[in-house]
């Protein structure tokens, strides 16, 4: 474990007008070149002052986080993307029907967009998040804010404050905690850059909302299903790295509800049979089925929703109870689904049965 080498500041916000002081504290801090991480309504970011490359690098090296993969720009007002990147009708249209919200925009950057932020690609992702105290960081700083998810590079992003401490204790200056966020999953990232509109990384926007506006919208092929699809070069880097994965192994099992049930119950008695401490994370409607088990629930399999809220926190929660092995059933892949089994699959990082 790395030595910390700051004390980080947990600033409690009820009310973004009563608690303004620690806002503006934190928007100094960011303006200045330092790191600070907020709450948004899909998971809590870990940000920094998009503007400044030394201060974006800080991100990386807190993280741990390899330095191809670009970051999002986050902005408190529409006019604010034209400052690093070209906008087109597509772009304009998305934004007018889902900002702010979970909708993360690829486009064509503009030079101010420092190369620490797009990895040097010649694009850049932004997005205006919903959650209040995001908004008002954004305008404490009076600049745009470069943040990804603020985890340790390849663990589960983090939902409440509990989590950001657990991992960026001594790294970063501070944490807003605005309690947990609401969705739990991030945000769609769609690449409106040129052609076809594509979905890089589905998220709190579903392809079912984006259709009616944009008519036609792809997934990128590279992650097609989120199986391994040979040597595909994923668009959006993030999406090649073992992602979202807590520390214990995660078999995911899909298909037929019944032949899931089984094989959750033949592999919890082998594995423990070996002395394998096994977690298995399911829905609501299967739970009474393994009496006995070490077991946390995400709600129903009828509403993604719930699963998205619950996921990360569950996956945190099985390394603290020390288990070896998560046997996690899967759900239904349409709607919200989508993204909650795209996370569930990288975490289970290939070892997926399909029934
Ligand atoms: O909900 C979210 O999007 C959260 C909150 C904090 O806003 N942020 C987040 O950031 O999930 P991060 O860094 O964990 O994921 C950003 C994803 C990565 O997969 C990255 O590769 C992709 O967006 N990305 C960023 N810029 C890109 C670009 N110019 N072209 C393609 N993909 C890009
Ligand atoms: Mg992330």
């Given at each position: 474990?790395?030595?910390?080498?700051?004390?980080?500041?947990?600033?409690?916000?009820?009310?973004?007008?009563?608690?303004?002081?620690?806002?503006?504290?934190?928007?100094?801090?960011?303006?200045?070149?330092?790191?600070?991480?907020?709450?948004?309504?899909?998971?809590?970011?870990?940000?920094?002052?998009?503007?400044?490359?030394?201060?974006?690098?800080?991100?990386?090296?807190?993280?741990?986080?390899?330095?191809?993969?670009?970051?999002?720009?986050?902005?408190?007002?529409?006019?604010?993307?034209?400052?690093?990147?070209?906008?087109?009708?597509?772009?304009?249209?998305?934004?007018?029907?889902?900002?702010?919200?979970?909708?993360?925009?690829?486009?064509?950057?503009?030079?101010?967009?420092?190369?620490?932020?797009?990895?040097?690609?010649?694009?850049?992702?932004?997005?205006?998040?919903?959650?209040?105290?995001?908004?008002?960081?954004?305008?404490?700083?009076?600049?745009?804010?470069?943040?990804?998810?603020?985890?340790?590079?390849?663990?589960?992003?983090?939902?409440?404050?509990?989590?950001?401490?657990?991992?960026?204790?001594?790294?970063?200056?501070?944490?807003?905690?605005?309690?947990?966020?609401?969705?739990?999953?991030?945000?769609?990232?769609?690449?409106?850059?040129?052609?076809?509109?594509?979905?890089?990384?589905?998220?709190?926007?579903?392809?079912?909302?984006?259709?009616?506006?944009?008519?036609?919208?792809?997934?990128?092929?590279?992650?097609?299903?989120?199986?391994?699809?040979?040597?595909?070069?994923?668009?959006?880097?993030?999406?090649?790295?073992?992602?979202?994965?807590?520390?214990?192994?995660?078999?995911?099992?899909?298909?037929?509800?019944?032949?899931?049930?089984?094989?959750?119950?033949?592999?919890?008695?082998?594995?423990?049979?070996?002395?394998?401490r096994v977690g298995l994370l399911t829905s609501a409607e299967n739970v009474s089925q393994y009496n006995g088990a070490l077991t946390l629930t995400y709600g129903s399999r009828q509403n993604p929703a719930t699963a998205a809220a619950g996921l990360y926190a569950?996956?945190?929660?099985?390394?603290?109870?020390?288990?070896?092995?998560?046997?996690?059933?899967?759900?239904?892949?349409?709607?919200?689904?989508?993204?909650?089994?795209?996370?569930?699959?990288?975490?289970?990082?290939?070892?997926?049965?399909?029934?």
């Amino acid at each position: 474990m790395q030595k910390p080498t700051q004390t980080t500041i947990h600033w409690m916000i009820k009310d973004t007008k009563k608690d303004a002081k620690y806002i503006k504290d934190a928007g100094n801090i960011i303006a200045a070149g330092g790191l600070v991480a907020f709450p948004t309504e899909t998971v809590y970011g870990l940000g920094a002052n998009a503007l400044k490359g030394p201060a974006v690098k800080r991100i990386f090296q807190a993280k741990g986080r390899p330095a191809d993969n670009p970051l999002i720009v986050h902005v408190a007002d529409p006019a604010e993307v034209e400052q690093m990147a070209h906008l087109n009708d597509t772009a304009i249209k998305l934004m007018q029907t889902f900002w702010p919200g979970p909708l993360t925009l690829v486009l064509p950057k503009k030079p101010t967009a420092p190369d620490e932020v797009t990895a040097g690609l010649d694009t850049v992702a932004v997005r205006m998040p919903s959650h209040p105290v995001a908004l008002a960081l954004i305008k404490a700083a009076g600049v745009p804010i470069a943040a990804p998810s603020a985890n340790l590079s390849g663990r589960p992003s983090p939902t409440t404050v509990w989590h950001v401490l657990e991992d960026m204790t001594g790294k970063i200056a501070g944490v807003l905690d605005g309690g947990s966020c609401q969705l739990g999953v991030e945000s769609t990232v769609l690449d409106v850059s040129d052609g076809t509109p594509t979905i890089l990384r589905p998220g709190g926007v579903t392809a079912e909302q984006l259709q009616p506006v944009l008519g036609v919208v792809n997934y990128d092929p590279a992650l097609e299903n989120h199986r391994p699809k040979g040597d595909i070069k994923p668009r959006s880097p993030g999406v090649k790295y073992k992602h979202y994965a807590p520390k214990a192994e995660v078999i995911l099992l899909e298909g037929s509800v019944a032949a899931v049930v089984d094989q959750t119950r033949q592999l919890l008695n082998q594995y423990q049979a070996t002395g394998k401490r096994v977690g298995l994370l399911t829905s609501a409607e299967n739970v009474s089925q393994y009496n006995g088990a070490l077991t946390l629930t995400y709600g129903s399999r009828q509403n993604p929703a719930t699963a998205a809220a619950g996921l990360y926190a569950s996956l945190r929660e099985f390394d603290r109870l020390g288990v070896d092995i998560i046997i996690a059933e899967g759900i239904p892949d349409t709607g919200l689904g989508r993204a909650v089994m795209d996370r569930m699959r990288r975490a289970a990082s290939g070892n997926i049965r399909v029934l």
